[in-house]
């Protein structure tokens, strides 16, 4: 028999989960949510997380639920093993409330990058596209957006879009066009 009072999936799964990059702390999300942005890439077992408002922070691999997590994802999607591989990265970032030296300056310590058109970099790093989204964020500020495509493996990242952008983009990234 169906029911008149919707759903209330907060009680299901409830968003009490943080991520932090840098100095930003993001959230809160669903665990839900968390595994996606863990099969995106985009949360790795160093990633610092928490659970709850007043809870300490962790990395990602040391919290009981997302360490599950990242125990079912392949190893190779993790990237933490085996040897370091170059990879094909196309930056785009719009530094406006950072020093855009600083852009320029946490590239060079990743690899070796040109500036293709202003504010778009292709860099060639050994890095993970996850650490590189991390090092971005690490002195970004609140007007900054980033966009880190992964060429050579078809992953994306981003930094700072507001929350309508980031559900378009993954309403289209690896979707079926036919």
């Known amino acids: 028999m169906p029911s008149d009072t919707p759903l209330d999936l907060n009680n299901v799964d409830p968003a ?3 991520v932090r990059a840098g100095e930003t702390i993001y959230g809160p999300y669903t665990l839900g949510q968390m595994k996606v942005f863990t099969s995106e890439g985009r949360i790795a077992s160093h990633t610092m997380v ?3 408002d007043m809870a ?3 990395r990602a691999a040391e919290t009981p639920e997302i360490a599950e ?3 079912k994802r392949p190893a190779q999607a993790e990237g933490e093993q085996g040897e370091a591989t170059l990879t094909n990265y196309v930056v785009v970032a719009q530094a406006e409330g950072a020093n855009p ?3 320029t300056a946490t590239l060079n310590t990743l690899g070796r990058f ?5 504010g778009v970099f292709i860099l060639r790093s050994q890095e993970r596209l996850a650490k590189i989204r991390d ?3 690490s002195f970004s500020g609140v007007h900054d957006r980033f966009v880190i495509v992964d060429a050579d493996h078809s992953r994306l990242a981003w930094l700072g879009l507001d929350p309508d952008t980031d559900a378009h983009i993954r309403s289209v990234w690896n979707q079926d066009i036919s």
Do not use: T
């Open 16 to 18: 009490v989960w943080r």
């Open 56 to 58: 300490a922070f962790k």
């Open 101 to 103: 030296s600083a852009v």
């Open 50 to 52: 928490c659970k709850g």
């Open 69 to 71: 997590i990242l125990s």
């Open 114 to 118: 040109v500036e293709a058109a202003p």
């Open 135 to 137: 090092r971005l964020g």
